[in-house]
């Protein structure tokens, strides 16, 4: 007998539809697994044959063939033991094939029939959603993330047995809910905040100005000025995750299998990858690929410290994300992208000992040290960087003060309503914040008046600075016009514009 079931494989971050097939006949006792299935696939039959035997369910004794359509795509997750031990059962007539077509299943199984989570669950709740397949059964550690889809009847099992149950109409369990807005009010906080952080109010200042226009930003500092305090904090002055954020985000953390309890991501991604992670860590890669700390950083933060002393290929990487916010792997089969919007904050020392331009200390780095420590970042990477800030070391007085710094409160309230003023300037545009404004909408919201070009013109010559620079001044300048309310361009806030962009060429250029 033939019996059919849907399922899903995880592509990257995307749940691919899959039809599980079994098929059983008269014959001598053999079971074929056909369909392109990876290692992990194929030890799925010995995994299902002793769960249904120790639960006590018959072993068909003749001829089994299952086959995992579409026959192109590889299948490498153990997450085909559920679909395909029920299929077992329907085909064996141990389960009456009743509204199969309304269920998509997907889970793992122990030898004893019990059910293991399972990587993807939301993808695997979205595609469903997608194909108009209205029920889901997933294991119950993976329900409460792909409920979050709403559309989709999530139930949740801890055996086979169960799940039997629910097909056959033995049991009637209730879905799993999953409350986002009660997730978003619980879940949705932030242990530190930018009142911890004394002084730097300079600093607090361009990080206002970079989270309201998604600007990318460098700090460059002597040991112990605060730089790693002032990035850590960043994230809570970003607006909160909108429920598409939170579920884009979410599914990527789901597929890769870091979610952990949290069955939906309310607060922004801050990622910090130690400086030896290699290229294939950064953006993505295996086969098949995975997603990089630079996806696991969507819609948040993702902080690179001590960005010397990070591989020059690792860093080039970045290039292509920073501008288009996708990255894309290829392989020779197959294609996947990724999303990858983020806001990047980088640090650094100013040389290799960390003190030139400190007035309390000496640098003992020569000019060709300084040099080389500076020329591991390259000037297109750092093109691509907005603000340029220098954090200098904050004095007693300021550290020792009895009152506390800007709050994150404060600054966040300045960051939402920029970031309001640029929702409706955009409207229907896909862009949504100045720091992606193409060329059109740089001409028609960044126009300059006389004064204002003439300004930038002997910027760019006096800085050597590239039509990139040009563009990415516009755009902070657009972002500080916002914050002051002013509806175009005046030259202070140009002025302000040039003065984050002078720092790398007076240390690049040295």
């Not at 911890?196 to 460059?220: C, P, S």
């Not at 003023?421 to 862009?431: A, D, L, S, Y």
């Not at 657009?478 to 002013?486: G, K, V, W, Y």
């Amino acid at each position: 007998m033939l019996a059919k079931l849907n399922t899903f494989a995880l592509v990257g971050i995307d749940a691919v539809p899959v039809v599980a097939e079994v098929d059983t006949s008269v014959g001598l006792p053999k079971t074929v697994l056909v369909g392109l299935p990876e290692a992990a696939v194929r030890e799925s039959v010995h995994r299902i044959e002793r769960a249904l035997v120790n639960l006590g369910y018959q072993r068909h004794n003749g001829r089994t063939v299952i086959n995992l359509a579409p026959a192109d795509l590889k299948k490498d997750a153990g997450a085909f033991d559920l679909p395909i031990a029920v299929a077992l059962l329907v085909a064996t007539k141990q389960l009456a094939p009743n509204c199969l077509s309304e269920y998509a299943l997907a889970g793992e199984l122990a030898l004893d029939g019990t059910l293991r989570p399972i990587r993807g669950a939301l993808s695997m709740a979205m595609a469903a959603q997608a194909r108009g397949i209205g029920k889901l059964i997933v294991p119950a550690a993976s329900a409460r993330e792909a409920a979050v889809v709403k559309a989709v009847q999530v139930f949740a099992v801890k055996t086979l047995a169960e799940a039997v149950g629910i097909l056959s109409g033995q049991l009637t369990p209730q879905p799993t809910l999953a409350e986002v807005e009660q997730l978003f009010a619980q879940l949705n906080r932030y242990d530190l905040d930018f009142a911890d952080v004394r002084g730097q109010e300079f600093a607090k200042r361009a990080l206002v100005v970079a989270a309201a226009g998604g600007h990318n930003v460098l700090m460059i500092g002597s040991p112990g000025t605060g730089k790693s305090m002032l990035a850590q904090r960043l994230p809570t002055i970003l607006p909160p995750l909108t429920e598409a954020e939170s579920l884009e985000t979410t599914r990527i953390y789901s597929a890769t299998g870091r979610l952990g309890d949290t069955p939906l991501l309310t607060c922004r991604p801050f990622r910090t990858p130690h400086h030896t992670i290699s290229e294939a860590g950064m953006v993505g890669g295996g086969n098949p690929p995975t997603p990089g700390d630079i996806s696991l950083a969507h819609h948040g933060v993702l902080f690179l410290d001590e960005l010397p002393e990070f591989n020059r290929r690792s860093l080039e990487v970045l290039r292509q994300p920073l501008e288009q916010g996708t990255v894309t792997i290829s392989r020779a089969l197959r294609s996947t992208t990724f999303p990858a919007r983020f806001i990047l904050v980088a640090a650094m020392n100013p040389c290799p000992c960390g003190y030139l331009g400190d007035p309390r200390h000496t640098c003992k780095c020569s000019p060709p040290m300084i040099e080389r420590y500076m020329g591991k970042v390259s000037g297109p990477m750092l093109d691509r960087i907005d603000l340029h800030l220098e954090v200098p070391a904050v004095p007693f007085d300021e550290l020792s003060a009895p009152t506390d710094g800007t709050s994150s409160a404060t600054m966040r309230e300045q960051v939402s309503r920029v970031r309001e003023i640029q929702r409706q300037r955009f409207g229907p545009e896909t862009v949504t914040l100045n720091s992606l404004m193409g060329t059109r909408l740089l001409r028609k919201h960044c126009a300059l008046d006389a004064e204002g070009k003439e300004l930038l013109r002997q910027a760019m010559d006096e800085l050597g600075l590239s039509a990139r620079a040009h563009d990415r001044i516009l755009r902070m300048a657009r972002t500080i016009a916002d914050l002051e309310n002013s509806h175009r361009i005046r030259s202070e806030h140009l002025v302000e514009a040039i003065g984050y962009r002078s720092l790398d060429r007076k240390l690049w250029q040295r």
